[in-house]
């Protein structure tokens, strides 16, 4: 399904220019061979461009549309009209001369086979080329000496001849290459798994490039390289009969995705890396605006602009009303099929971390209701209503560690979950509770926060994973869950300790609020009894104020058969979600309480 969605995607950018069809591909350039008529050698283009790197002014060979490169994994084999000087002159520095003459033959059969009835000017002066060309005395050449060094860097070299600026530009030259194509494409058919229709099985499959953490030259998406993998006596990609041309279909589409139209400069809009996993995405209709929005979506940033745009649009959705994205003049299909693939780096070859498919209106609905989870009472200074995915999974990094990456395996579960709607993954949970527990006990007070994204992430977790209904937005004065009644407690017990003692550095949430909310049986003794010390401090009227709003907290506790009120020995993983949340609901509301004070009395 994956090979499918990628091939149909591929007919959509060929219809429109944006990628080339079978038989074609890109590579990157440096020289051009001028030839005259007769074969000769006439000089040495320069072909590279002048780009800015930082404060620097660098060379870069030019990307090209070439005849589809073959891809090389050992041995000798020639590509068409586009090769190294290995192949088009026989001459590299590698120090192997009969080597680099083996391949010079390659190419020169290569190239006599398939313009061999081909008449024109710039087809005649190749072939007489290849047949007068004597690599041995490649390094006396005069019109190669100035660039020499350069030549046999590595770089890839071209013809320009025949009246034509480069010889693949030439209209019979290209009828002669696709002639060529089609005819090996013929010498063994087979049924393609893609298509359905008869084609030649691609052997080797072109290399999928720019993954972070793959190999620079590209890794595979399907290949066999051990009899292990076999099955059948089918050697490499035989295994998995792929055709040719949905083979070219796939990979065209998957490396336009990854890196945009086959540049390596700007990267591409409609990719996304998350952890070591790099998700791409596209619309079955193949048009952009859907990617557009669905980027916006899940990475709208800190942008006011996109954070109000996103809430009429999510708005719309949920009231049924049709959506209008500002600059798009006809409204998006809720309808249209929207694909979502996550690929991670294996060695030499690439893993499906994931593959989602539903209508664009299904993704957009999971991804609001997740936000809707997520939506949690912030502080004045926070405006963000819709946090991005990496925003969420940022709440999870340790801030101190050289490497600050979320766990691969849970970001690319946690995007998977946002799309479809399905639970959350629990290592979600359990890295925001460890994170909030090892920040507890650092020296560094900058780092002791329960912010409000992670206060969402428990959130949005107990109600899709637990079914919690009575994890609220804000302060709830009616739950009487124990965690989240302990909760409020702790954070009133700690502005009791604020109030007795202005400016203080540490209070007791620097030293017991581990320990509190896994074991309050414990641990709220010894608070209240600290209580009773800091509540003579205050003054009578706060001393009430206190005293009732803790007694109207202990009401909710219920009460053991043995009569009187204990608290509990040791609270489960969902009651500390529950105590975090209570804690940081009875925070967020004395907080606003006291911002509305200093306000009255300014």
């Given at each position: 399904?994956?090979?499918?969605?990628?091939?149909?995607?591929?007919?959509?950018?060929?219809?429109?220019?944006?990628?080339?069809?079978?038989?074609?591909?890109?590579?990157?350039?440096?020289?051009?061979?001028?030839?005259?008529?007769?074969?000769?050698?006439?000089?040495?283009?320069?072909?590279?461009?002048?780009?800015?790197?930082?404060?620097?002014?660098?060379?870069?060979?030019?990307?090209?549309a070439?005849?589809?490169?073959?891809?090389?994994?050992?041995?000798?084999?020639?590509?068409?009209?586009?090769?190294?000087?290995?192949?088009?002159?026989?001459?590299?520095?590698?120090?192997?001369?009969?080597?680099?003459?083996?391949?010079?033959?390659?190419?020169?059969?290569?190239?006599?086979?398939?313009?061999e009835?081909?008449s024109?000017?710039?087809?005649?002066?190749?072939?007489?080329?290849?047949?007068?060309?004597?690599?041995?005395?490649?390094?006396?050449?005069?019109?190669?000496?100035?660039?020499?060094?350069?030549?046999?860097?590595?770089?890839?070299?071209?013809?320009?001849?025949?009246?034509?600026?480069?010889?693949?530009?030439?209209?019979?030259?290209?009828?002669?290459?696709?002639?060529?194509?089609?005819?090996?494409?013929?010498?063994e058919?087979?049924?393609?798994?893609?298509?359905?229709?008869?084609?030649?099985?691609?052997r080797?499959?072109?290399?999928?490039?720019?993954?972070?953490?793959?190999?620079?030259?590209?890794?595979?998406?399907?290949?066999?390289?051990?009899?292990?993998?076999?099955?059948y006596?089918?050697?490499?990609?035989?295994?998995?009969?792929?055709?040719?041309?949905?083979m070219?279909?796939?990979?065209?589409?998957?490396?336009?995705l990854?890196?945009?139209?086959?540049?390596?400069?700007?990267?591409?809009?409609?990719?996304?890396?998350?952890?070591?996993?790099?998700?791409?995405?596209?619309?079955?209709?193949?048009?952009?605006?859907?990617?557009?929005?669905?980027?916006?979506?899940?990475?709208?940033?800190?942008?006011p602009?996109?954070?109000?745009?996103?809430?009429?649009?999510?708005?719309?959705?949920?009231?049924?009303?049709?959506?209008?994205?500002?600059?798009?003049?006809?409204?998006?299909?809720?309808?249209?099929?929207?694909?979502?693939?996550?690929?991670?780096?294996?060695?030499?070859?690439?893993?499906?971390?994931?593959?989602?498919?539903?209508?664009?209106?299904?993704?957009?609905?999971?991804?609001?209701?997740?936000?809707?989870?997520?939506?949690?009472?912030?502080?004045?200074?926070?405006?963000?209503?819709?946090?991005?995915?990496?925003?969420?999974?940022?709440?999870?990094?340790?801030?101190?560690?050289?490497?600050?990456?979320?766990?691969?395996?849970?970001?690319?579960?946690l995007?998977?979950?946002?799309?479809?709607?399905?639970?959350?993954?629990?290592?979600?949970?359990?890295?925001?509770?460890?994170?909030?527990?090892?920040?507890?006990?650092?020296?560094?007070?900058?780092?002791?926060?329960?912010?409000a994204?992670?206060?969402?992430?428990?959130?949005?977790?107990?109600?899709?994973?637990?079914?919690?209904?009575?994890?609220?937005?804000?302060?709830?004065?009616?739950?009487?869950?124990?965690?989240?009644?302990?909760?409020?407690?702790?954070?009133v017990?700690?502005?009791?300790?604020?109030?007795?003692?202005?400016?203080?550095?540490?209070?007791?949430?620097?030293?017991?609020?581990?320990?509190?909310?896994?074991?309050?049986?414990?641990?709220?003794?010894?608070?209240?009894?600290?209580?009773?010390?800091?509540?003579?401090?205050?003054?009578a009227?706060?001393?009430?104020?206190?005293?009732?709003?803790?007694?109207?907290?202990?009401?909710?506790?219920?009460?053991?058969d043995?009569?009187?009120r204990?608290?509990?020995?040791?609270?489960?993983?969902?009651?500390?979600?529950?105590?975090?949340?209570?804690?940081?609901?009875?925070?967020?509301?004395?907080?606003?309480?006291?911002?509305?004070?200093?306000?009255?009395?300014?």
């Amino acid at each position: 399904m994956i090979l499918q969605a990628l091939s149909q995607y591929y007919e959509r950018l060929a219809d429109k220019g944006e990628v080339e069809r079978p038989g074609w591909g890109k590579a990157k350039v440096s020289y051009g061979l001028q030839l005259a008529e007769n074969g000769e050698l006439l000089r040495a283009v320069p072909l590279k461009q002048a780009v800015q790197r930082g404060k620097k002014t660098v060379l870069v060979p030019v990307m090209m549309a070439v005849p589809e490169p073959v891809t090389r994994s050992s041995g000798i084999s020639a590509n068409f009209l586009c090769d190294s000087s290995s192949y088009l002159l026989g001459v590299d520095k590698k120090g192997k001369p009969e080597r680099a003459r083996q391949c010079f033959e390659a190419a020169a059969k290569l190239h006599c086979q398939i313009l061999e009835n081909c008449s024109g000017k710039a087809a005649v002066s190749i072939r007489a080329f290849f047949q007068s060309w004597d690599p041995e005395q490649a390094g006396d050449c005069p019109v190669l000496s100035e660039d020499w060094e350069d030549i046999l860097a590595g770089g890839n070299l071209i013809f320009l001849c025949g009246g034509v600026r480069y010889a693949q530009e030439d209209e019979e030259i290209r009828r002669a290459w696709m002639a060529w194509k089609e005819k090996a494409a013929a010498q063994e058919l087979s049924v393609c798994m893609v298509t359905g229709q008869m084609d030649e099985i691609a052997r080797i499959h072109t290399s999928i490039r720019g993954i972070p953490g793959a190999q620079t030259s590209g890794a595979a998406l399907i290949s066999f390289n051990a009899p292990s993998f076999e099955s059948y006596g089918k050697e490499q990609s035989f295994n998995a009969p792929v055709g040719r041309k949905a083979m070219y279909a796939y990979t065209a589409a998957l490396n336009y995705l990854i890196n945009g139209k086959g540049t390596e400069e700007g990267g591409s809009r409609y990719r996304t890396i998350l952890g070591d996993t790099v998700i791409v995405f596209w619309s079955e209709s193949g048009e952009p605006e859907y990617q557009n929005v669905f980027m916006e979506m899940m990475d709208p940033g800190d942008r006011p602009d996109t954070q109000e745009l996103l809430k009429g649009f999510f708005q719309n959705l949920k009231q049924g009303k049709p959506v209008d994205i500002p600059g798009i003049k006809e409204k998006l299909s809720m309808a249209e099929r929207f694909y979502v693939l996550g690929i991670a780096p294996n060695a030499a070859r690439l893993s499906v971390r994931f593959f989602y498919q539903d209508s664009f209106g299904g993704i957009l609905r999971h991804v609001g209701e997740h936000y809707e989870r997520m939506r949690i009472r912030r502080p004045k200074a926070d405006t963000r209503e819709y946090p991005g995915i990496w925003s969420t999974l940022w709440e999870t990094v340790n801030k101190k560690s050289r490497d600050k990456k979320p766990l691969p395996h849970m970001a690319a579960a946690l995007y998977r979950s946002v799309l479809s709607g399905e639970r959350y993954p629990e290592s979600l949970y359990s890295a925001v509770l460890e994170r909030i527990r090892a920040e507890q006990d650092d020296s560094e007070k900058k780092y002791r926060k329960i912010t409000a994204g992670r206060a969402a992430i428990i959130k949005a977790y107990l109600i899709r994973n637990k079914g919690r209904e009575d994890a609220n937005v804000e302060l709830n004065e009616k739950n009487t869950d124990i965690g989240y009644v302990l909760g409020r407690e702790f954070s009133v017990l700690e502005a009791i300790q604020e109030a007795a003692n202005p400016g203080i550095n540490t209070t007791i949430k620097d030293r017991y609020f581990n320990s509190a909310c896994a074991t309050p049986g414990m641990v709220f003794p010894i608070l209240f009894r600290l209580k009773n010390s800091h509540i003579r401090k205050l003054s009578a009227g706060q001393a009430v104020y206190y005293e009732k709003m803790l007694g109207n907290l202990q009401e909710k506790i219920s009460v053991p058969d043995g009569g009187g009120r204990a608290y509990p020995s040791r609270l489960s993983l969902e009651e500390q979600g529950m105590f975090i949340l209570g804690y940081y609901h009875q925070t967020q509301k004395r907080y606003e309480g006291k911002v509305k004070e200093d306000k009255t009395n300014g």
